[in-house]
């Protein structure tokens, strides 16, 4: 099973409000990543955790916090968001990190609208 | 300069037949691993094929296969008669070295359209 949950599938949000996202694999990986992808172009990483420990933070603004309780969950949550965060958010996990083989695995993605 | 590169934005192909999509990669690691991800309009990055650096064959998987040219850094994807199912958005990425494992660096993408 190389399956990867998101949800909501899609999310419309004011400027002033607080929503997560969610994000679940049980495929026992040990690597998590958040990705932003604009329309027509690759995602962009935003966030890695390893071992449910944040790794990488590619200079997210705050505005956007992750967390992962567990290793098969991962949650970003939203606060105070603008309209250019609009955009598909994808999670992805993989065995582990360090190795060029690891392949990542992606979820269907979170469309969301910043209104 | 751009690490990975792929030169197609759009390309179109009959059902049925072949098609190959480029891919051109930069760097100086000797250990990489590139890869083919598929995401449909729905949304969803499909892993798709997976070649090692140091793998002396090429990767195939079903209908896909990679045409990996080391000496040409290129990695081009070869889809082997195409289904309108393969209608989708294209992306090369690759993974360098063992510290920087865990970031894959995506091309722009080529959009393929199979015509019936």
């Known amino acids: 099973d190389t399956e990867v949950t998101q949800t909501p599938k899609h999310l419309v949000m004011g400027m002033t409000n607080k929503k997560s996202l969610k994000c679940e694999q049980h495929m026992g990986h040990r690597a998590m990543y958040w990705y932003k992808q604009k329309a027509k172009k690759p995602p962009e990483l935003m966030f890695v955790?390893?071992?449910?420990?944040?790794?990488i933070n590619e200079s997210v603004p705050s505005r956007f916090s992750p967390e992962c309780p567990n290793s098969s969950l991962l949650n970003l949550h939203l606060h105070a968001l603008q309209p250019e965060d609009s955009a598909l958010y994808l999670c992805?996990?993989?065995?582990?990190?360090?190795?060029?083989?690891?392949?990542?695995?992606f979820g269907p993605g979170t469309r969301l609208t910043v209104t | 300069a751009q690490k990975i590169t792929q030169t197609q934005p759009g390309m179109f192909v009959q059902e049925k037949e072949a098609v190959t999509l480029d891919c051109t990669y930069d760097t100086s690691d000797q250990s990489y691993g590139l890869f083919w991800y598929k995401q449909p309009s729905s949304g969803e990055m499909i892993f798709l094929i997976y070649?090692?650096?140091?793998?002396?064959q090429n990767a195939t998987e079903g209908r896909y296969s990679l045409n990996f040219q080391k000496a040409r850094k290129s990695a081009n994807l070869v889809i082997s008669a195409s289904q309108l199912g393969d209608s989708a958005m294209y992306f090369c990425a690759m993974r360098e070295g063992v510290t920087s494992g865990s970031i894959l660096t995506f091309g722009e993408g080529t959009q393929l359209t199979v015509n019936p």
């Open positions: 955790y390893s071992y449910e420990k944040l790794s």
């Open positions: 070649q090692g650096s140091y793998d002396e």
């Open positions: 992805a996990s993989s065995r582990g990190l360090g190795r060029v083989a690891y392949e990542q695995y």
